[in-house]
């Protein structure tokens, strides 16, 4: 039987103190995590599972070199958080798994199924690939060696769920103790444990041609030959954290890894080949430019923000047709700008700094220092000024329709032409603009365009 590794997340040492993670109701995030992980492990022993416990004192990258330092063959490793959002609204336990994993996304739900069945009042979010979090990854999810899950058992932030956390939590460690042990049960067995490792063989298709080697499959992970991505201009050789595997005398890397170079990483289990697209309908480097053309339709838009919020549009129903026109008249991406509301708004969830009623959706300050930021008598008007904002930061030219924006003339012209130049700038979060491409990427993979 293999063993099971358990991190209490946001329990580590980042960036020189101690990293407590959300705080709401007079506790902390690791506080509760760490109480839950340690009836956890308990209960797991007692039923003759191997359980090792990540130390707390570890920052996130530690953890994960902790964790691969001992991993063997069979093994799984979950960390558990929780959720935090501004609206107090927002609850539900998630699993995580990396994307274009089928194999993890089954795991992922069995581990929220066992633990729901002991607390049927969680909502369930769902088991969702990495690829949909704020930055379009999880280091734990991609560079853990072994099969590894990220699950957020509840929002923090919400009373209802801090509540289950803090006073169902034998009832909380019990669920994920089926759950993990169930996984634990599916996944042994799978590797030699004899150092022979043998890897499944997997077919690769690019720009709809059969390549002349094949890759492998480890953990149910699409790994390809470096050479390839060699082939196709990406240098990963010089950039850490990029998982190598040699076997049987060739380097093979992650396909998923490709995606963050423009590259489109599809499956096809059926014929056990991993689909990759160098040969895109948006041109790479203009991906990030905040002036040029949008790409999508309006429906598109309507179903990528339906598809994360199914009630997004009910208050506000001509968005999407809104930022096409508005963003067109300024020159603005239009595509861009609905990604960055995405991520001020939450896909339209807002929250306690932004409200509905203030139709401000690029989450733009007031001069006057209002703490709530600008309020606008219109959705057009909060969109069109959105759209000068952005303009502001990223061209020279004048504005094509009257300003509306409060704070347009404080910027300094055209300082931010590309996205990732937004933070630090509009947003103090330096990964502010890696956000925003994160759901950029998101929005064109689900319209077929990447």
């Known amino acids: 039987m293999g063993r099971i590794f358990i991190s209490a ?6 960036q020189g103190g101690r990293d407590l993670g959300a705080i709401a109701g007079g506790t902390t995030e690791a506080q509760e995590m760490i109480l839950l992980r340690d009836q956890v492990v308990p209960e797991l022993r007692s039923r003759g599972f191997e359980v090792l416990s990540v130390p707390d004192d570890l920052s996130s990258a ?7 330092s001992r991993a063997r063959p069979g093994d799984v490793a979950l960390e558990i958080h929780t959720g935090s959002f501004s609206n107090p609204g927002v609850r539900g336990a998630t699993v995580y798994y990396i994307a274009n994993n089928t194999e993890r996304k089954n795991h992922a739900d069995l581990l929220l199924l066992a633990l729901l069945r002991r607390l049927p009042q969680l909502p369930n979010r769902g088991a969702k690939p990495d690829t949909t979090t704020g930055v379009g990854n999880l280091a734990f999810c991609r560079d853990t060696n072994l099969p590894s899950l990220l699950m957020e058992v509840g929002y923090i932030t919400n009373p209802d769920d801090r509540f289950l956390i803090q006073n169902r939590r034998r009832d909380m460690a019990l669920g994920l103790a089926d759950g993990l042990a169930a996984w634990s049960r599916a996944v042994s067995g799978t590797g030699s444990g004899n150092g022979d490792v043998t890897y499944a063989p997997i077919n690769i298709n690019i720009n709809n041609q059969t390549y002349g080697e094949q890759g492998v499959l480890i953990n149910n992970n699409a790994y390809i030959p470096i050479d390839l991505a060699d082939r196709l201009g990406i240098d990963l050789t010089t950039i850490p954290g990029i998982r190598r595997v040699q076997y049987r005398g060739v380097v ?5 890894e490709l995606r963050d170079f423009n590259i489109s990483v599809g499956w096809e289990s059926s014929t056990r080949t991993v689909i990759l697209r160098s040969i895109l309908q948006i041109c790479p480097g ?7 053309n949008g790409h999508t339709s309006e429906v598109q838009l309507m179903m990528f923000v339906k598809a994360n919020n199914e009630n997004a549009l009910t208050e506000f129903p001509d968005l999407p047709k809104l930022y096409r026109e508005e963003a067109t008249i300024e020159g603005v991406n239009y595509d861009i700008a609905f990604s960055q509301m995405c991520v001020e708004t939450s896909f339209l969830r807002f929250g306690d700094d932004l409200k509905p009623s203030q139709n401000n959706f690029g989450g733009l300050g007031s001069v006057g220092g209002d703490p709530e930021g600008a309020t606008f008598p219109s959705a057009r008007l909060g969109v069109r000024a959105h759209v000068q904002q952005l303009k502001a930061y990223a061209s020279l030219e004048p504005l094509v329709q009257e300003q509306v924006s409060p704070r347009f003339r404080f910027v300094t012209r055209g300082i931010a032409p590309l996205v990732a130049q937004l933070g630090g700038r509009w947003s103090a979060d330096l990964e502010y603009g890696t956000r925003i491409l994160a759901v950029l990427r998101r929005l064109y993979e689900s319209a077929g365009l990447l």
Not at 62 to 68: M, P
Not at 252 to 256: E, G, W
Not at 286 to 292: K, N
């Open 252 to 256: 093979y890397v992650k396909a998923i």
């Open 9 to 14: 997340g946001h329990g580590g040492i980042e």
């Open 286 to 292: 203009q991906l990030d430019r905040i002036m040029g």
């Open 62 to 68: 530690q953890s994960i070199q902790w964790i691969n």
